[in-house]
């Protein structure tokens, strides 16, 4: 069963930067398409940031150049850096993959926490 897995979530202070890694049983690297989305109670989950196998990157606009998505397939790694985090960045994160004609898979998600 193909997994994606979620770390480096927990709890940080208005301003501080975080950093979210996803990885698969199967190898980062057979996703075409990866991404972050998050959700926040109340909201609609919404897409953070996704990154192809071609190196082409989409943000969210709340994301105003705060954060940086990558990848790196031989360390079977994609990663989220989250920098100047918000009380509004609180929610839900999860990763996202698309393995071509096979479908799409989701993390179990992390939550990340932005308290004083």
């Known amino acids: 069963q193909i997994q994606l897995v979620e770390s480096g979530g927990g709890l940080v202070r208005p301003g501080d930067s975080l950093t979210l890694s996803c990885s698969s049983n199967v190898g980062i690297f057979r996703f075409n398409l990866l991404g972050w989305y998050r959700q926040a109670p109340g909201n609609q989950r919404e897409l953070v940031a996704s990154?192809?196998?071609?190196?082409?990157?989409n943000y969210g606009d709340f994301v105003r150049g705060r954060f940086t998505i990558s990848r790196d397939n031989t360390k079977n790694g994609m990663y989220l850096q989250m920098t100047s985090v918000e009380p509004e960045d609180t929610a839900v994160y999860s990763c996202?993959?698309?393995?071509?004609?096979?479908?799409?898979?989701w993390g179990q998600g992390i939550q990340v926490t932005v308290s004083s």
């Open positions: 996202y993959g698309r393995l071509g004609v096979y479908g799409h898979w």
């Open positions: 990154i192809d196998n071609d190196g082409i990157i």
